[in-house]
């Protein structure tokens, strides 16, 4: 048993359905959070409120830190043994040609993960009461936020490297899933691109609105 | 011009650089080096015995280095030891086939468009240049490739189960590093092995469980 759960190709397999479900949560993220364009704080708070107490929402939220969990857990794993299979480098360097992004997704991955405990200090964790703050009112947690220039800063850089990530992610999850088709995999690298673009580009138009505009 | 190297030290009563070689014509695998950063050299899909020196500048000054990777030790200088693969293909990289006379080769029909592909893949001859040029010195080509040869095929198809599941087996009892599909392997493949393969891979180990 424990060949088939732990074998280079499994744990690929674990990593790749964990990472595609959490590709389904960001447009929905994105969804809500474009109500914060709104001078109406009215429509993001019903979502908002919506999303922590809808017991449907509450289940797939349950998944979604499972797989963000067993994405993050698998990752750092296979990267380990990753560098432990190569002990000694190539002193003049390798130059083989290679997806780009695909050489650093362990560090955008870490970047995004560190950008995410931040987030969840400034909104998950006063739904929970861990920090204070008006869990009815995300509307205005957010907008404040999107005052102070560093916070602007960390968000965009975050969400530069989140879509690094999404690029090599999106298509590399359909390889590892043996999705392989002459056909279907130059369509689904066009929708990599649409989407590791798309969806950082959207969360910045919301960061810079509200910055700089509100 | 490791030749011309190694003539020169020899006549200057030094030690040769050991590399390895046999066939000399890009068919057994054994010339494997990096070469400027490059497995087989900075010129695609030809092995480092069909690397001439015209593809260099005059002066220019080469880097060459054994592969590095766990499950392939440097045994002297230039030379690994890539018993390792070897083993993988040992585990289960064949047909079981019962002795006495050869059956009729076309009682068997075989689709032209498998038959190519099984083809496209039997043709790796196992350099070690996919090891070489992962960051993460995965063998999934490698396996990849001798999975799909028998996968393709309906002789291979009895044993298809067993074969890949050891196959992987054996690949990760032997350090190698994990496919994350970077590519670099079909880049620097000199036989030009597909990535098609190792998505095969991936469907024919699912299939086995």
């Known amino acids: 048993m424990n060949k088939i759960l732990f074998s280079s190709v499994s744990k690929k397999f674990v990593m790749a359905v964990a990472g595609l479900f959490l590709l389904l949560f960001l447009p929905v993220h994105l969804i809500i959070n474009f109500m914060l364009l709104k001078n109406d704080p009215a429509p993001f708070n019903s979502a908002a409120h919506f999303m922590a107490s809808f017991p449907l929402i509450k289940i797939i939220e349950a998944i979604l830190f499972g797989a963000l969990l067993i994405h993050l857990s698998y990752g750092i794993w296979l990267q380990i043994q990753n560098w432990l299979a190569r002990p000694v480098g190539y002193a003049g360097g390798n130059k083989s040609e290679t997806s780009f992004f695909s050489k650093f997704m362990i560090w955008t991955g870490l970047s995004v993960l560190t950008f995410m405990v931040l987030h969840f200090f400034n909104f998950y964790f006063i739904k929970l009461g861990l920090v204070p703050g008006n869990p009815q009112d995300f509307y205005s947690v957010a907008h404040n936020l999107f005052k102070i220039p560093a916070y602007n800063y960390i968000y965009l850089v975050c969400f530069v490297l989140l879509g690094l990530h999404l690029f090599h992610a999106f298509s590399s999850g359909f390889q590892t899933l043996g999705l392989n088709h002459r056909i279907w995999t130059p369509v689904v690298k066009v929708f990599a691109w649409i989407y590791s673009i798309g969806i950082p580009a959207g969360f910045a138009i919301i960061s810079l609105t509200l910055w700089l505009y509100r | ?209």
């Open chain 2, 1 to 209: 011009m490791l030749d011309a190297l190694n003539k020169k030290l020899i006549e200057a009563n030094n030690d040769p650089v050991a590399f390895d070689h046999d066939c000399r014509e890009g068919i057994c695998g054994s010339c494997g080096m990096f070469i400027n950063g490059h497995p087989h050299g900075p010129v695609s899909a030809i092995t480092t015995c069909h690397l001439s020196m015209r593809y260099f500048k005059d002066g220019e000054t080469i880097w060459i280095e054994p592969w590095r990777a766990k499950p392939f030790p440097v045994i002297k200088d230039l030379i690994v030891d890539r018993s390792a693969f070897d083993k993988i293909q040992t585990a289960g990289g064949f047909i079981s086939v019962n002795t006495g006379a050869a059956p009729e080769a076309n009682s068997i029909p075989v689709k032209k468009k498998n038959a190519d592909e099984a083809f496209d893949s039997s043709i790796c001859i196992g350099c070690g240049a996919c090891v070489a040029a992962c960051k993460n010195a995965s063998a999934m080509l490698f396996v990849s490739a001798k999975i799909s040869q028998f996968a393709l095929l309906p002789q291979g198809r009895v044993e298809a189960k067993d074969r890949v599941r050891a196959m992987v087996e054996k690949m990760d009892e032997l350090g190698f590093g994990n496919c994350s599909n970077t590519g670099a392997c079909e880049a620097e493949c000199p036989k030009e092995i597909k990535l098609t393969n190792i998505a095969r891979l991936n469907r024919e180990y699912y299939k086995a469980y």
